[in-house]
């Protein structure tokens, strides 16, 4: 059982940062490939980014060069860093991990991206 918290949203204006933070519980966490997804309201939950094990990782087009995924395995915790927010960013942002045959979600963090 891998339970995961998300912290980390909030407003931001456009042309702003952000880190998300997810912690994830039990021994097993450096051996998860963890990734983000984000939800806006109307739409499907979307990947974000993902990062393995060894700590590859792997972006939608959208995120490339804005958003970076991290781990730090000591701290059973992955990180997203958001640069240059735009409105379009707006979303709830889950924390995800995925050994099959089971997946885990965090609750959610609200991200606004509004002036």
């Known amino acids: 059982q891998v339970q995961l918290v998300e912290s980390g949203g909030g407003l931001v204006q456009p042309g702003g940062s952000l880190r998300l933070s997810c912690a994830a519980s039990?021994?097993?966490?450096?051996?998860?490939?963890m990734a983000w997804y984000r939800q806006a309201p109307g739409k499907e939950r979307d990947l974000v980014a993902t990062?393995?094990?060894?700590?590859?990782?792997y972006y939608a087009d959208a995120m490339k060069g804005r958003f970076t995924i991290s781990r730090d395995n000591a701290k059973n915790t992955v990180y997203l860093q958001m640069n240059s927010l735009q409105p379009e960013d707006t979303a709830v942002y889950y924390c995800n991990a995925h050994p099959p045959p089971v997946t885990y979600w965090g609750q959610g963090t609200q991200v606004t991206v509004s002036s």
């Open positions: 990062i393995t094990q060894g700590g590859s990782t």
């Open positions: 039990g021994s097993i966490f450096k051996s998860l490939r």
